[in-house]
């Protein structure tokens, strides 16, 4: 697990890369989240893990920006050939994604199991 990120947390379980943010997504200073988003990336990219689950289980609420960096990180891992799943979101936070068309990029799953089997099954 990447412990010297206060955003995300990190943890490799090979073939998959998972990705919690923790905390609450609206209070997160801009050049922070960057930063971490930033480090995800690169995290993200290993050809070792060939799918990235987006746990957001931990995190209550977020804002576009913070969409945003979910969809950098995605999209890194997308764009390596890996493939992408999302989990874990509580009904509002469904809600805004599913308005904003996120579950078109990548698919929802209630929980990590199901997402891990449907990516790598």
Known sequence: ???HLK???VEKAPPCIYVTPVGQGASFRYADLQMEANTVRTLVADADFSALII???RLD???SEFIGALIIIGREKKNRGGKVAICNANENMHEVLKNM???KLWPYFEDRATALE???G
């Open 1 to 3: 697990m990447a412990r």
């Open 7 to 9: 955003i995300f947390e």
């Open 55 to 57: 746990d957001l289980s």
């Open 61 to 63: 609420y977020f804002g």
């Open 101 to 103: 068309a996120i579950f």
């Open 118 to 120: 449907n990516l790598l």
